[in-house]
């Protein structure tokens, strides 16, 4: 308690006080009695979890929800405990608490990096008026699969983005003050190569090239502990055979070793318990072991370290240098947080009432939602609407849906809190008139349980029908269940799931003046749509102010301005499709049939990585590329706001490293630009290249720059760019 002491002083000073007991009760964490986020943890197990909190014998909790139970809990820790060492409080707060944002690979549409810190900065000061200290979140896995339903978690298939994406959350987590009242301690998920799961299902197994893991999997980690995330969650999968919770290579030698990484690595959920399920510990004692050796530092809901690390001290079979390491870190984070100066700073039932759905947050949630939002269409410049426009038919389930724009992590707000489509699209016009169409999902708000989707009941169809026969225009809002994407969530397809292609053919059928409106977690297949329809947005699932937002983009009052962080495929065959891939030895059209192709399919997809139109247009001239002190190259270019109203545009500039001694991608990305353009204005948009972003890892993971030719590209997409050649010396 000596605030005259730093906090490595403090930490030695407690440390020393430590029994071994008391010093593994550190390194445990308990799900609250009733709260799962994974296989469920025993309701029986709440006397257990009482008795080690009294003990001192648990480090952290997670799930708890509100000031009230926290405080109920910090208390037993606090006053009955011999140490009386205060817990963290840790939960899922992945875009929001109780006010949400969008998804998160729908912030990352936006490329606003102000705005997605923005985002968390509200995240976390919800989090905190509700008592919490920490989440886990960034999740900073990149992936480019879309079947696997955890891509609405992170920030798409992009390293660079990811990596600015994830600091942003993490600055914004974090703050400049872990200790002040609204900043919360972040945490970099899942360490790694999660996102690369065979067949985009669910834990699957990945197996993927050295090449892969240091050049896309590592760099957004890398980025986020150097900008000082304070503690990192490990992953499910294997990585060359190891499970990543038992991985030392990953979790010592790199992330703790070669990157310096001072925090500490929480398991996940029950992930020491699967180090026996992937068939690489006997049991749940060796798991222990393997797990403590390897630096996973506390043990989520496994009962591993509570109920094996002592014997394995005593047995010499874990070190107690290895329990004390861990144990520095955990309590060094508590101390910087002021929990042990004030373990109940945190619960103030007061801001805890007006904190949450401040105004404040509900207008930050809704900027950042219309920024997310991504024009796909816009044939014949239907959109916007007119406010004056009659006679708008506004159809499908989704339109009135409160929750599914809440996305799937929402364990922290409330069901039927979000604006619907509708909703906001009354407070434009009354003009509008609604038909469901027939329900899309039968099911269940447990996020536990699987959704049924409908697949026979098309008795909502016909009124659907009649009423865009009697419309001008048609809004069609079609897309997945909140609960269709997420953990647990892989689909096999990436269609519009059960009747809704049905229905939008049958709409079409009679009035083909249709703007469809896509409320989804997920990169989905389209071209049906695409090929169809006039317009069509990219809505993802945007949050509390979901309504709004679109209805603001539909009428016009703002300009989208989203850019897809995500390739969006022709046919779920072609995934994983992704636009930074390699050239292969066959990349050209030949006039025989061997070259890289499909016999049913192109290989290009729907819509490329960084795809977004806008209500004006967009010229891009006089690309200039020239060398610089340093081996840096100064890249410039003209944009132009072509149209007759203003529009923000995200300008990006990509590499092509020729030749090199490990084959590099046709592109990467490597500098964006979100510019604002009046109409008629011009702007020179200037990027510098060093060797950071010129260099490559190979494969015995050293980052190498090596000299020859460059193509430099800058456009309004990954597709669409001007290109120059450059050489590096
Ligand atoms: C879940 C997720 C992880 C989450 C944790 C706690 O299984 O994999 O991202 O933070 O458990 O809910």
Redesign the pocket.
């Known amino acids: 308690m000596n605030t005259e002491q730093n906090t490595a002083a403090r930490v030695e000073t407690l440390l020393q006080q430590m029994t071994l007991a008391e010093k593994i009760g550190q390194m445990n964490q308990y799900s609250d009695f009733w709260e799962v ?2 296989p469920n943890s025993q309701a029986g197990d709440a006397e257990m979890k009482l008795d080690h909190l009294v003990q001192g014998r648990v480090g952290s909790m ?1 799930n708890v929800r509100g000031v009230e139970h926290i405080y109920k809990l910090q208390k037993l820790a606090v006053e009955e405990s011999r140490l009386g060492i205060p817990l963290i409080f840790g939960f ?1 707060v992945i875009h929001g608490h109780k006010t949400l944002g969008p998804i998160p690979l729908a912030e990352a549409a936006s490329w606003d990096l102000v705005a997605i810190e923005q985002a968390a900065r509200v995240a976390a000061t919800e989090a905190a008026a509700v008592g919490l200290n920490w989440t ?1 979140a960034p999740m900073v896995d990149i992936s480019r699969d879309a079947r696997w339903g955890r891509v609405m978690e992170g920030a798409g298939e992009d390293p660079y983005l990811g990596a600015q994406v994830g600091v942003a959350r993490v600055k914004g987590f974090q703050g400049e003050d872990l200790a002040a009242n609204n900043t919360i301690a972040a945490c970099a ?2 360490f790694a190569a999660y996102g690369f799961p065979e067949a985009g299902r669910e834990y699957n197994t990945v197996d993927i090239g050295t090449s892969t893991l240091y050049n896309v999997v590592f760099p957004p980690f890398r980025a986020v502990v150097d900008a000082g995330v304070r503690t990192v ?1 490990n992953a499910f999968n294997i990585l060359n055979g190891v499970p990543a919770t038992a991985n030392s290579q990953l979790q010592r030698d790199l992330l703790k070793g070669a990157w310096g990484f001072d925090g500490f690595i929480v398991s ?2 029950r992930s020491v318990v699967e180090i026996v399920t992937h068939g690489f510990a006997a049991d749940l004692q060796e798991a222990a072991i393997i797990a403590a050796n390897a630096g996973s530092d506390m043990d989520m809901e496994s009962y591993a370290y509570i109920h094996h690390l002592e014997a394995a001290v005593v047995s010499g079979a874990v070190p107690i240098a290895v329990v004390d390491d861990a144990v520095r870190r955990i309590v060094r984070l508590k101390f910087e947080l002021g929990l042990f100066d004030d373990p109940y700073r945190y619960c103030d039932v007061e801001r805890e009432r007006t904190m949450i759905y401040h105004p404040d947050h509900l207008a930050a949630a809704l900027d950042m939602a219309r920024k997310s939002i991504v024009l796909l269409k816009n044939q014949d410049n239907l959109l916007p609407l007119s406010r004056k426009q009659e006679k708008i038919a506004v159809i499908g389930a989704l339109a009135v849906d409160k929750t599914s724009p809440l996305g799937s992590w929402r364990i922290g707000s409330d069901d039927e809190s979000a604006v619907s489509v509708l909703e906001g699209l009354l407070a434009y016009s009354q003009n509008i008139r609604y038909a469901q169409g027939g329900d899309v999902f039968v099911g269940t708000t447990d996020f536990r349980e699987e959704i049924t989707v409908n697949e026979t009941d098309r008795s909502g169809f016909a009124e659907a029908i009649k009423l865009a026969q009697e419309s001008a225009v048609v809004v069609m809002v079609l897309g997945e269940h909140g609960f269709q994407s997420g ?1 647990a969530r892989s689909r096999t397809q990436l269609d519009l799931p059960g009747l809704q292609q049905e229905l939008l053919e049958a709409v079409y059928a009679v009035n083909p003046n249709i703007v469809l409106v896509l409320m989804n977690g997920r990169p989905l297949a389209i071209p049906w749509a695409d090929e169809h329809l006039p317009a069509i947005l990219e809505t993802w699932q945007l949050g509390t102010q979901s309504g709004h937002a679109i209805a603001e983009v539909l009428f016009g009052d703002y300009n989208p301005s989203g850019k897809l962080p995500m390739t969006f495929p022709r046919n779920v065959g072609q995934v994983p499709i992704y636009y930074n891939h390699f050239r292969t030895g066959r990349p050209a059209v030949a006039e025989d049939v061997f070259w890289s192709h499909y016999i049913d399919e192109a290989n290009t997809p729907l819509y490329p990585f960084g795809y977004g139109l806008s209500y004006t247009t967009f010229a891009y001239a006089n690309l200039s590329v020239e060398g610089i002190a340093g081996r840096s190259i100064k890249v410039s270019i003209e944009v132009a706001n072509q149209g007759n109203r203003s529009g923000e545009e995200v300008v990006q500039l990509y590499i092509c490293d020729q030749v090199a001694t490990v084959a590099r991608p046709v592109k990467e990305l490597k500098g964006f630009e979100k510019v604002e353009l009046a109409p008629g204005e011009m702007k020179v948009v200037v990027f510098i290249l060093t060797e950071k972003e010129l260099g490559f890892f190979n494969n015995e993971g050293m980052f190498v720059v090596e000299p020859g030719a460059f193509t430099i590209m800058v456009g309004t997409n990954s597709r669409d760019v001007l290109s120059a050649d450059y050489r590096l010396a």
């Open positions: 986020t994974g997670l899922d886990f998920k899942h969650m996940d959920w953990e």
